[in-house]
């Protein structure tokens, strides 16, 4: 297996394949490793602005905007504090008023947008999926037949079984890792819990140095996660492109690390390589499609405009106030988003192809050297059955 060659022809087929940037697309929409970049600071500094959105007592939700906190813990109404002459404390002067504060349906709102996350998260799985799979059998048969498929056959190929046995792959994977790390953390929080309460010195100690053991499972968290998409990346290919069962293809993705684990591992570095590249680079480009962002964000504002505008008519007829008005935004909002940012997902979506375009040829090509190598063995195998046969 020559990795300049894989490397080239992923190349090739990301620039000549336009098919696949369909799906590629919908494989960055739902957030699969692309990582996005925005002009956004990950501390608190003093002149950073948040919007703090308070859902209960105990728990405060922060998004990047102007100085203001929305708190919603009162079922019967909305309070907004924000700094004087800002929009949002005109927007609090309109709220002050009793009648306009009795309007407000806040478990109305609330069912909505609990109706809304749910769907996006379905339907973000669904074409997660989907569109993996597409990506692996659409890239597999062009390199077996040097056919390309179009879209309609990639949705065909992507909605199948294959598709599925992934799903419930990732979600047992998911599960079993779930299940250690929150055991581990467990028996690791324990001494810390146990020197709250506790005069005697030795336990303090002991529960002081848990914390710098909780640290290291939060890198360790990370680490595995990276190791496992590394790891997983034949065996969600054997799933796939095999047809076999989960044991089958965890079998087959074991046997192929071990039998070719420096080739596998170079092509890890450099698929890992590529992806940290990717957070400065990712952040240049966001620079550069400034003016194509701000041209989107006015088209989000149309098109996302339509269904709040529908569900806006449509609330009306049953409930008064700024409860319509505040329901039409919730639902215009993630057609608005994806439009928003569907300059950076189409990118991200391109390097979601590449990526996925190595690891598919790379499998594939030690796939097909696997017999070869077994050969020996299969023969020695049929001719002991002959000669105990005669």
């Given at each position: 297996m020559s990795t300049n060659i894989i490397l080239r022809k992923a190349w090739k087929m990301l620039c000549n394949y336009r098919a696949l940037w369909l799906f590629g697309t919908a494989l960055a929409l739902a957030g699969v490793g692309a990582i996005y970049t925005v002009p956004w600071s990950s501390g608190?500094?003093?002149?950073?602005?948040?919007?703090?959105?308070?859902?209960?007592?105990?728990?405060?939700?922060?998004?990047?905007?102007?100085?203001?906190?929305?708190?919603?813990?009162?079922?019967?109404?909305?309070?907004?504090?924000?700094?004087?002459?800002?929009?949002?404390?005109?927007?609090?002067?309109?709220?002050?008023?009793?009648?306009?504060?009795?309007?407000?349906?806040i478990q109305l709102i609330l069912i909505e947008f609990g109706v809304i996350l749910a769907g996006s998260i379905l339907l973000g799985l669904a074409a997660r999926y989907v569109a993996e799979t597409a990506l692996f059998c659409m890239v597999d048969e062009t390199t077996q037949n040097d056919k390309r498929l179009n879209i309609w056959e990639g949705l065909r190929r992507g909605w199948s079984p294959g598709a599925g046995r992934l799903f419930l792959f990732d979600l047992t994977v998911r599960i079993l890792i779930g299940v250690i790390f929150a055991?581990?953390?467990?028996?690791?929080?324990?001494?810390?819990?146990?020197?709250?309460?506790?005069?005697?010195?030795?336990?303090?100690?002991?529960g002081v140095g848990t914390v710098s053991l909780l640290i290291f499972l939060v890198y360790l968290w990370f680490a595995v996660h990276m190791?496992?998409?590394l790891v997983l990346q034949p065996i969600r290919r054997a799933c796939v492109l095999e047809k076999q069962s989960l044991a089958a293809s965890i079998r087959e993705g074991f046997r192929m690390m071990k039998g070719y684990p420096k080739e596998l591992g170079l092509i890890g570095l450099i698929w890992l390589g590529i992806?940290?590249?990717?957070?400065?680079?990712?952040?240049?480009?966001?620079?550069?499609?400034?003016?194509?962002?701000?041209?989107?964000?006015?088209l989000g504002?149309?098109?996302?405009?339509?269904?709040g505008i529908l569900v806006t008519g449509i609330a009306s007829l049953f409930t008064d106030g700024l409860t319509a008005w505040i329901m039409g935004l919730i639902a215009g909002f993630p057609t608005?988003?994806?439009?928003?940012?569907?300059?950076?997902?189409?990118?991200?979506?391109?390097?979601?192809?590449?990526?996925?375009?190595?690891?598919?040829?790379?499998?594939?090509?030690?796939?097909?050297?696997?017999?070869?190598?077994?050969?020996?063995?299969?023969?020695?195998?049929?001719?002991?059955?002959?000669v105990s046969t005669d």
């Open positions: 608190q500094q003093e002149n950073d602005q948040w919007i703090q959105i308070k859902l209960t007592e105990y728990f405060t939700l922060q998004v990047p905007g102007s100085d203001v906190t929305i708190d919603l813990t009162d079922p019967k109404s909305i309070r907004i504090s924000a700094p004087e002459g800002s929009m949002w404390h005109e927007i609090q002067n309109q709220f002050e008023h009793p009648e306009r504060l009795a309007t407000i349906n055991w581990v953390f467990g028996l690791s929080i324990a001494p810390l819990l146990l020197a709250l309460r506790s005069r005697d010195w030795v336990i303090i100690t002991l190791i496992l998409g992806r940290l590249c990717w957070v400065p680079l990712a952040g240049l480009i966001l620079l550069l499609l400034l003016p194509l962002l701000l041209m989107t964000t006015l504002v149309g098109v996302g405009g339509v269904p608005f988003l994806v439009i928003m940012l569907s300059p950076m997902l189409f990118i991200n979506g391109l390097l979601e192809v590449y990526l996925s375009s190595i690891w598919t040829l790379a499998y594939r090509d030690l796939r097909a050297v696997q017999p070869v190598v077994e050969k020996p063995g299969l023969q020695a195998r049929a001719l002991s059955t002959a």
